[in-house]
């Protein structure tokens, strides 16, 4: 399928109206594929993506779980098959890894360990071979450069992994960065994914604050109705102390959208908004309390927000001169975040 030129302009066609939450628009494009390949790996994957922008979070709770799960597995399934994998070996491969990424995204992000291990475990061999095939499909670069980039980044920032990680071949965390670069601009399936993780990476682990707000802006300009890239955008530009610039895309967002996960974040980032720009306290204290109690549902999909929101609580216990609830708030939202240096100070 991946070789057939016309297939491939109408997924990337596909692909982008998913992003942009045009679901209908995308799900038409998607059948009309998977007539021309019926039970083809691709459609599986293709099903899969679609779930999980769809029903964004999807949580161990969520009603598209199973079929989420199950449409990826056939698809690693079909991909196992010999009279394909030996036929489209690239093809193969890179469905195969995507549809092994997404699963152990979903996992990661859901604290689901016991599924993680076993998933990460078998998907190595794959992720390896990987770098054999970046000139068949630019899609290969964003697994190579998660490679190069976290076998030396993640250890880095935590250091009780550096046994472990000192047991696979090393990686370069320059050439990760131009990998995912290049996935970016060249995938079919991950251009999204690739800038989305560039300003994560840039956030989190670099500290480069500037450039992960590049690399936000780029996934609004390319994707203006989807509000998940919009508040990944407004952090970023919260981080940067761009208040304004924040605030306008704040009051762009419909409140009651009917996604809770997001609803919540705007009551959080509102509580930010309070705080830091109009120093009205009062206010800020009441969005992060009402942002913490709407994001529970979340669970640990929801530990960042639910993070800096406490942050914010105890900053405010600070100004009231509460040492002791500033003391208990700072702890919990500390206790809940990934990189302990993005606390809105």
Known sequence: MLHDTVAVRRIKEGVDYMYNLEFDKAEKIFSAVEKLY????????????????????????????????????????????????????????????????????????????????????????????????VSSFADFYYMTGIYNYYR?????????????????????????????????????????ESYALLSYIYTGFENDFIKAMLYSRILVDKYPANPYFKALHIKNLMIIKEYGQA?????????????????AQILIFNGILQEKKYSNYSLAEKYYEDGINAITFAGDFGDEFTGYAYLGLSRICDIKGDKTGKKAYRKKGIDLLDFKKITFD
Do not use: Q
């Open 152 to 192: 030396e980044a993640y250890p880095r920032m935590n250091p009780i992994y550096k046994p472990i990680a000192s047991l696979f071949p090393p990686g370069d965390i320059v050439r990760g960065l131009s990998e995912l670069g290049k996935a970016a601009e060249l995938s079919i399936f991950l251009k999204a």
């Open 38 to 133: 019926p039970g083809h790996p691709v459609y599986y994957l293709l099903k899969g993506i679609y779930s999980y922008w769809e029903k964004y979070p999807m949580l161990p709770t969520s009603e598209a779980r199973e079929s989420f799960e199950n449409d990826l597995r056939k698809c690693i399934e079909l991909c196992s098959d010999e009279s394909y994998s030996e036929k489209y070996e690239a093809e193969s491969l890179l469905t195969n890894v995507c549809a092994r990424g997404l699963l152990l995204l979903f996992y990661n992000d859901n604290d689901l360990i016991i599924k993680v291990i076993p998933l990460a475990t078998g998907t190595y061999k794959y992720i390896r071979r990987s770098f054999d095939f």
């Open 247 to 263: 605030e306008n895309l704040i009051k762009s967002y419909r409140y009651k959208s009917g996604n809770k996960f997001l609803d």
